[in-house]
């Protein structure tokens, strides 16, 4: 009793210091890799060969992009027109600031539009939704995501009956079967992070690592690729049509230099509370 009367100050201040530690990520394994600094990794393309070039093995980035949900964006120069004849896949790490939005669109497009519809992947009260915006045709799925935690989404686009699906965290979803193309897709679209030509569908939140492929991913391809982490390298860069790791700047690091502008977005060195390393 007497030991604890005299020493039981310091044991609490410990115990407090040690709490305050653990809740901002300190005792995170993957906050203790290197990080990565803009543009240190990047894909080179010859006419011989295409390569990863730079520091690219086991990093995390040092930045992500912040949105805020207001009029953040980030347009690029890449097209995605998904249709029954184009098969593509993106991936991408998010951590949303909060999941009571209607209609928070992580991934879209934007373009000569009319009354066609929105290709998106958005959210809406945690439920993430793929389809068309607009034509009646998105489809949810089933997973329920919780704010302030970090996520990896990968969503693929089959060609063959219009078939998507989401996996999250490693995780398959099916979305509701097949996607019918009633209102079409616009003629002319280019590829956006964080919204889509609709003002009340900005992201609100992180966004890191974002991947666009001209194909669907395998089943091996998506597991490898959540395995990798927030830092991770693309998988199939055969099929890779853009790159924006958004760990600084928004340029396209693929090869191809489908450049991102980023509009009312902050760059974020503090951003790994939340962040697990994957296991599985």
Known sequence: MEYLMTYGWAILAIAI?????????????????????????????????????????????????????????IPTNALILPNTTTSFSFSVWVKFASTAA???????????????????????????????????????????????????????????????????????????GTFTLTCGSPSIASFVIGSTWKAATYFNGSISNVQLYNASLTATDIKSLYREGIGGTPINTQHLVGWWPLNGDANDYSGYYRNGNAIQVVQNANWQSGYTVPST
Request: hydrophobic letters at 40%; a neutral charge.
């Open 17 to 73: 210091v040690m709490v305050s530690l653990y809740s901002l990520g300190i005792f995170n394994a993957g906050n203790f890799k290197p990080t990565a600094t803009p543009g240190s990794c990047q894909i080179i393309r010859t006419a011989a060969q295409t390569s990863l070039a730079g520091q690219c093995t086991n990093m995390i980035p040092k930045y992500v992009a912040n949105l805020n949900g207001k009029n953040s964006y």
């Open 102 to 176: 209607v209609n928070q669109v992580v991934l879209g497009e934007v373009g000569i539009l009319g009354s066609q519809g929105i290709f998106a992947l958005s959210e809406n009260n945690g439920a993430l939704y793929l389809g068309y915006a607009g034509c009646g045709n998105s489809n949810t799925g089933t997973n329920t995501l919780a704010p302030n935690a970090w996520h990896n989404i990968i969503a693929n686009w089959s060609s063959s009956g219009g078939v998507g699906y989401i996996v999250v965290d490693g995780v398959r979803e099916d979305v509701g």
